[in-house]
Each structure stands twice: as C-alpha cells, then as structure tokens.
C-alpha cells in the first residue's frame, strides 16, 4: 500500500474544514449532503472532503465547539480503510 501524506486545513473564518486525501485533479465535486462534499479524481477516486459549519457538523462527535470567531482545536486520530 502507497502512503500518501494526509493534510487537513482549516477555515476558521468559513468553519470549513478540508481533508486532502491524494494529491490529483478534481473532476468531480460530488454533494453527499448539504455541509458534505467529496472531491473525486479523474477515475472517481477520493481526492478530498470538504466539511462546511464544521464546528456544528462534527462539534458533538468531536467536542468541537465555536466560541464567537474561534474554534477550539482538537486532535483526531481517525484511520480511514
């Protein structure tokens, strides 16, 4: 299996968090509910996700929580398979 390095980003001002995945081109930006989307390669791979209201979207699983402009940063230790 390739490692791939996994970055994630953070719009604190937007509460939008990006995951990067794989490196690649999107050719494909793919809705899969109102504050999720998936970013797919030229052959449907998985290149990104894109979280908006991050903070209400992953807040309760992840104990994320907004505070005025800010928000409290946490660690996540998560393996996708």
């Not at 996994?6 to 504050?35: A, F, M």
């Not at 992953?58 to 505070?67: Q, W």
Request: cysteine-free; hydrophobic content about 30%; overall charge positive.
């Amino acid at each position: 299996m390739k490692k791939t390095k996994q970055k994630v980003y953070y719009d604190k001002k937007h509460d939008i968090l990006w995951l990067n995945i794989k490196s690649g081109v999107e050719e494909e930006h793919r809705g899969i509910t109102p504050d999720i989307s998936l970013e797919l390669g030229e052959k449907g791979e998985l290149l990104g996700i894109e979280i908006f209201n991050a903070s209400q979207v992953l807040g309760s699983k992840l104990g994320v929580r907004r505070t005025g402009e800010s928000v409290q940063s946490v660690t996540i230790s998560h393996r996708i398979r």
